[in-house]
């Protein structure tokens, strides 16, 4: 089968590689689409450096059951099915509590294993969903990560309801399904992005207000008579970002970083017992953050924005022009 891999010193490769054999519980699935992550130009970076072993990236996978391996009960044949990523090992404390996406002891499709930049890929039943049939399958495949994650940080994390003014700083992939998912809590929403084209994406998915970062607390401000943000999910993860989240927030307020970065600010302890507010990270998500995102897709209320597709060999290009900021949503390649 064709697959796309990372290989040594960040090279982009369209390989061809043996078609997996599904094993006892598992699924051999056909790729129909992978959204491509800003997680995937991390691990581009991290094999291009040598921190990691090269891989086939890709884990926001949606497609169709070829093959069922022995014991599988539950998916057919032929079934539309979208697959979550990770693979949890189901003993350790983190397991146990239900906290599958800090388990320390599990693998990952599309990071320790092959993932979703092929044509096929083998996952175990216990990943999988039926694929929401009012979706195109590229929409569907991005719930996996985009979705999930930003149900988990929204919701599970921050805990966003109707009485609530949620920030989302960064309109991006995860961002604009961020933006549906607090609308779909009936939360009132604040986006900002530098790009005009995110900002116009995040209003007409029903952002009450959209702004540029230099003007983001003023309108939080004026949003909430002065009140502040109840929620603020921080997608960018720059000091600049983690101030002005910090700055944003009412009393008793959730700040959640959802993003890899470096830099941070000093926070001092009156501020946080002060205004009682909470600095949280958030790392991934579980299989159940994965279920509530489809149920919202199927009720229409998480649509995710899919800016661009391309083909297999695309895969190069596709993940320059995330780098370069030029797309805005996600891009999926179709094997
Ligand atoms: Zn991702
Ligand atoms: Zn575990």
Redesign the pocket.
Known sequence: MRAIRFGPGGTVDLVDLPKPEPGEGELLVRVRAA?V????LHLLHDVASGERAPLVPG??IAGTVEKVGPGVARVRTGDAVVVHFELPCGRCRACVQKKTNLCQEGDALGFSLPGGYAEYVKVPEDNVLPAPANLEVEQAAILA??GA?AYHTVVTLGGADERDLVVILGAGGVGLSAVQVARARGARVVAVDNREGARDAAKHLGAEAVTSPEDALAAILSKSKDRGADVVVDFVSTAETMELGIAALAPGGRLVEAAVGDEGVLVSPHLLMDKEIALLGAHSSTMADFARAVQLAEARLLVPVVARTGMLAEAAVILRELEEGKIVGRAALKP
């Open positions: 959204g992550c800003r997680t995937d884990h926001e990560c985009s994650t």
